[in-house]
């Protein structure tokens, strides 16, 4: 199955400012971070996913014949600048937090150390994939957290943005927790569970719902879902399926798995309308699924309510995130090298606080509870310190610096989370499978505490900075406005 | 450039339906219509767009050897179905609106007449494309329109739901009216301008800003846009790129095209800062183009308040349609063929009139004004009947039928707007470039009153029903209310 080249896949001002460091000789290398402000919809984390996609584009970087006589017509390149790109190739190095994690504001998820033109051509597309697919595994973590352990399947390819955005968005819905998608190829691809049933077509295009559930019963016996609402749910649809059902065992046959869909009407009545009638028949282990709109907020409430509901199926709402539908990852330089190889950190500055980045070359480490093993908070260093867990540690707000944490030596543990993933441009990660990623990811989320799980004003996890790296920033800050 | 196979790119149960139809020896033909009920963002209209990736995906459908292995797998298909799958190719007929075309709720988009079976399978990718590019079509209209007159450039790649977001999002994008994108791929694939010159990196990567916009002007002289907000936007970027252009102008060389770009900060007081500076300094015709988190609310606010830009990039809210991400487009069976060949009109109940469907096989008229050549409203006939522009014609609303038009016989025109696509499984349509389709667009909505392009509460155009469809409905609708 060929992948579309996706070389070309960048802004136009990566490949103007790769040729205008290119004439200038510049190819000294320089450290880009990618990270987020804000977790999407007012989450109290999010989960990143995509790495595996960025590798594969990051291995297959090549421009071809074609794309470098499209570039030529633009009239904007040198010939010189034109042959570079024919034979450019990624050498640089990748760290990046594996898929799957738990990660929080501010903190580089991914890291290119390389030369100036190769970490500026990569931005637009490695941005696109890690802010796409961490938006649908967070969003789908919510949706998931709502339904308190019943199944949520995938159904949104219909209403996703574009092919990819099904595909790609049914794996980060797999990452974030859902148990199947209704997307074959994903399916294919991902070796993920595929689901479905029927539609209201297939019911319509029988002469009555009962010829048409019976055909469906015969035919998967399995896997019996039955959609009860294209006509009237309680008064046909749950009645011909109850009387499916009944001649299903009347004549000594089981289903595997069977029950009910609901995909319209108030699906907290129906459902318990509908679990009424299956329990007096003695069809006690039907399962009622639901679909219709679908997002955390309705999902919570029918959960309030008592819905008699135990799988749901989601769509726009998931695929789409649609109350939040972009992740806001950013690429921002944080070093460039100097003649003598060293690291120059560097700052953007902004009015906004907020909007200030670290500088330097960075890692993670994620600091744990040693009892609970629970998350007490993130802490991005330099990438060459070090530190010892039998000693106390003193964690400070890097903006209000007066709130301060301190940590009892022998309490807590820690775990670098960013991992190396390229080597001068060699892959040296070997990305796990979408399903041991899924499960990695929900091992991830019992490490939150359930205050920062809640889909409502959740608790958030402090990310903070070494104090070496503090030092440094407060320095360029200065140094910055000085200059001003 | 290879696609990626798209064959498996539907819902499992399209799959599991298919291999009911078969098992049943269900070879009749049915006629499926795509349609949406809203028009997204509440605007007036929407603007159809995708049709050409659609040709492409019902022109590739073959099911691979492998993906039928994948199937195979499964367990839930037999060989006689898998066999059948293994020679599948498209037979039937497509009708469709062109693109570019400004489209209202409840038309059929795209009629799909085939054998249920292939009907079956090509529901999800066609609402797919369709559903995403119609929905960044009719977005970047909305935009376009705020800006009354400016250019608005598409550059959102980075915050699109994946790759494919990104290019056939850019697509739809130019569709709707944007002058350029940034994205080099879609530039390259539909032959559409780019656009974009420098980041903040590249201000970052030089000793001072003076040095970066320098550098940058001497490279790029016929399009030098400078990024004045890396450090101060009127202390230290506006005066610096004045100062460039002056040495530049000083040393007799001139520019094609030159001016600056704002990011962030309040871009009315900044734009009108700038310009005065920019003004004062003889440099009257730089540009100033804006960029930073815009929508067409925010730009009409801007262009209300006097803003002194003439040009802007547009990145989330536009590629992602933030505040409507979904285009909401359906897929439902219209008719049925019966054992003597006749389309036997089905039509599919719910509770909320909104959402009963309109039965048979059926065309659209567009009707317009003689005199001013702008829409009056669209009619939803059967694809046989015909109508006489001499003749008067009365229109009604299909649900609250009392409310009526005369149109005076000779006072309009009619335009049948659904084309034949496919043919007996053969292309016999030839999309226009991208291009042409962008101009044909500009036509279009020159057909439509003032009243119903407006951002806030515009006046819906009506779309009516034949009377002779309206009866038939009528008729069906009882029918089923007796069978309930």
Redesign the interface.
């Given at each position: 199955?060929?992948?579309?080249?996706?070389t070309?896949?960048?802004?136009?001002?990566?490949?103007?400012?790769m040729?205008?460091?290119y004439?200038?000789g510049?190819h000294e290398k320089?450290i880009?971070d990618v990270f987020f402000r804000q977790n999407p919809c007012k989450n109290g984390y999010s989960v990143c996913a995509g790495l595996e996609q960025v590798i594969q584009y990051i291995k297959n970087l090549n421009f071809t014949y074609?794309?470098v006589d499209?570039?030529r017509g633009?009239g904007?390149f040198s010939e010189d600048f034109l042959q570079y790109l024919s034979g450019f190739h990624f050498s640089g190095d990748i760290y990046a937090i594996p898929e799957g994690t738990v990660v929080f504001p501010k903190e580089p998820l991914l890291k290119v150390i390389a030369p100036?033109m190769e970490a500026?051509l990569v931005?637009?597309?490695i941005?696109?994939?890690i802010?796409?697919?961490s938006?649908?595994a967070t969003k789908t973590s919510r949706i998931v957290f709502a339904a308190s352990g019943d199944g949520i399947m995938e159904?949104g390819?219909?209403?996703?943005?574009?092919?990819?955005?099904?595909?790609?968005?049914a794996r980060a819905a797999i990452i974030g927790g859902c148990v199947g998608t209704?997307?074959?190829?994903a399916?294919?691809l991902f070796d993920v569970p595929?689901?479905?049933?029927?539609?209201?077509?297939?019911i319509?295009?029988f002469p009555d719902e009962y010829t048409a559930f019976k055909?469906?019963a015969q035919?998967?016996p399995?896997?019996c879902t039955l959609l009860v609402d294209?006509?009237?749910t309680l008064?046909?649809g749950v009645p011909n399926a109850i009387r499916v059902f009944q001649e299903f065992r009347d004549s000594g046959r089981t289903f595997k798995k069977y029950g009910i869909r609901l995909d319209?009407?108030d699906l907290a009545y129906l459902s318990k309308e509908a679990r009424k009638m299956l329990d007096a028949a003695g069809f006690l282990d039907a399962s009622i699924c639901a679909s219709n709109d679908l997002d955390e907020y309705l999902l919570h409430d029918l959960k309030m309510q008592g819905a008699a509901i135990d799988s749901w199926g989601v769509g726009?709402n998931l695929i789409?995130?649609?109350d939040n539908?972009?992740?806001?990852?950013v690429?921002?330089?944080a070093a460039?090298q100097n003649k003598e190889g060293t690291f120059v950190p560097?700052i953007?500055?902004?009015?906004n606080t907020e909007k200030i980045t670290n500088p330097g070359n960075k890692t993670i480490f994620r600091i744990y509870d040693k009892t609970t093993g629970k998350v007490k908070a993130d802490l991005i260093s330099f990438a060459d310190e070090t530190f010892d867990t039998n000693e106390d540690m003193l964690l400070f707000d890097p903006i209000e610096t007066w709130k301060k944490t301190k940590l009892t030596g022998g309490s807590y543990t820690m775990r670098e989370i960013l991992v190396p993933v390229f080597k001068n441009g060699e892959c040296i990660y070997k990305s796990p499978s979408v399903t041991e990623i899924a499960d990695y990811c929900r091992q991830e989320k019992k490490t939150l505490w359930d205050e920062t799980k809640r889909l409502f004003y959740p608790h958030q996890v402090y990310v903070d900075l070494s104090p070496k790296l503090y030092e440094v920033k407060k320095a360029l800050l200065n140094q910055?406005s000085i200059?001003?």
């Open positions: 199955m060929n992948r579309q080249d996706l070309l896949l960048t802004d136009l001002y990566e490949l103007t400012m040729q205008g460091y004439a200038k510049q320089v880009f074609e794309d499209y570039l633009l904007i100036i500026q931005e637009t597309a941005l696109n994939i802010n796409h697919q938006l649908i159904f390819l219909r209403r996703a943005q574009g092919p990819d955005a099904g595909l790609y968005g209704s997307n074959v190829l399916g294919r595929v689901m479905g049933t029927h539609a209201h077509s297939w319509m295009s055909t469906y035919m998967y399995d896997n294209t006509y009237d008064k046909s319209s009407g726009t789409t995130s649609k539908p972009s992740f806001g990852g690429y921002k330089l460039i560097k953007k500055i902004s009015e910055m200059t001003e």
